[in-house]
């Protein structure tokens, strides 16, 4: 019988499905389980791991709350998308990438039973730490409208109760691509001043924003920079995955908390990684505009492909979903039809949010280019006999 924090979390099933495409050993392979990606880091970024790996100053266990140069860069980075000046002495560390971030703010700002407002579907991951933290999540249900993503306040207000104490929001989110609008915002951040929360902002795709649309940070909206932390990661806008790099940006009155379970909990990020991340904050902003073009080319192909089937469309991001319930099978059973008949590796999202979460599959498209993605069509067809 597992502990009570691990009771109700369940397998990312991201793991189990990168390994039955593994052993396929097939390139023919269509890797659309995992969040990896094929676009390379801003210029500069590998030299400068390569020449922090001869440094002695980079094998340190200090300082402690990051490298200086890198607090500094990624509180200039949520200073320019927020609008509010961060003193990045005051305000910033330096985690062992996001999701570490998220767990980290969670374990210093949650009571056991403290309940956390998330949009649904959302990230197993992120749900998995709430539960880690000791907190409930609420879920606020994502609607269909139109073919994309929507929120409808009434479901947001009606999340609020007298346990509520976080709301962890993810703009674009993760699987879903779902973006909230600046009405969304609104909505969202008068939820959170009413509860007297904290706004727990996970920025890892912000500007992966596709269809001109323009990232908007909760920290903006009036009242909210004393009560939003924001966390940050090179992972995604930065492709620098195996950097394992984030940040986080917080107020004055709660960063000491933040820095004190940062420490306990890995010590320090790894010290070759922090000036190559660095260096890519440093990146003009054009570098996240290239890679966004490209995520958006390949999010038309595949939107192209499945014409007719019930996919959502994203709208940032690396992933779309496909909901599976007009084929009648299950996410999972599609899964391993999609392997076995099409070669095509997808994850299903047993878990991801509420109970419709098992009806829902996800395409990740950051790994696989333009060609690879035509003819998709054919081997879903082919699936489905």
Not at 258 to 279: F, H, T
């Amino acid at each position: 019988m597992p502990v009570s924090r691990l009771r109700d979390m369940a397998g990312i099933g991201v793991d189990r499905m990168g390994a039955l495409a593994d052993q396929l050993k097939d390139p023919n392979v269509l890797r659309l389980e995992n969040l990896d990606t094929d676009i390379l880091p801003p210029p500069g970024v590998i030299e400068a791991t390569q020449q922090a790996a001869t440094l002695d100053s980079a094998n340190s266990y200090l300082p402690f709350l990051g490298a200086n140069s890198l607090r500094q860069a990624a509180a200039d980075l949520v200073s320019r998308t927020s609008g509010i000046a961060y003193d990045w002495n005051n305000s910033t560390i330096v985690c062992a990438g996001g999701l570490n971030g998220i767990l980290n703010v969670l374990l210093a700002l949650l009571e056991p039973g403290d309940e956390v407002v998330m949009t649904d579907p959302i990230y197993i991951g992120l749900i998995n730490r709430v539960r880690l933290a000791g907190g409930i999540p609420v879920y606020i249900p994502y609607q269909i409208d139109g073919g994309v993503w929507r929120l409808d306040p009434e479901h947001v207000k009606a999340a609020v109760t007298p346990r509520t104490k976080v709301f962890l929001m993810m703009s674009p989110a993760m699987p879903s691509g779902a973006v909230l609008s600046r009405a969304d915002w609104e909505v969202m951040c008068a939820a959170c001043q009413q509860a007297g929360a904290w706004m727990l902002y996970d920025s890892a795709m912000e500007r992966l924003l596709f269809d001109d649309l323009e990232p908007i940070h909760p920290a903006s909206f009036a009242g909210m920079a004393e009560r939003t932390i924001t966390v940050g990661a090179v992972s995604k806008e930065y492709r620098m995955i195996g950097w394992r790099v984030g940040w986080i940006v917080a107020p004055s009155s709660i960063i000491n908390d933040i820095g004190l379970v940062n420490i306990s909990n890995v010590v320090c990020p790894v010290g070759i990684a922090q000036e190559a991340a660095a260096v890519a904050l440093r990146t003009p902003d054009s570098d996240v505009a290239a890679a966004t073009q490209e995520l958006q080319r390949r999010r038309d192909v595949l939107l192209e492909e499945l014409a007719g089937f019930s996919v959502i469309k994203p709208q940032g991001g690396w992933s779309m979903l496909m909901d599976t319930t007009p084929i009648g099978l299950t996410a999972a059973e599609f899964s391993v039809r999609l392997l076995e008949r099409g070669l095509i590796a997808a994850t299903p999202m047993t878990g991801w949010g509420g109970a419709r979460s098992e009806y829902l599959i996800r395409f990740v498209f950051s790994n696989e280019p333009v060609p690879r993605l035509k003819g998709f069509r054919q081997r879903i067809e082919a699936t489905l006999g």
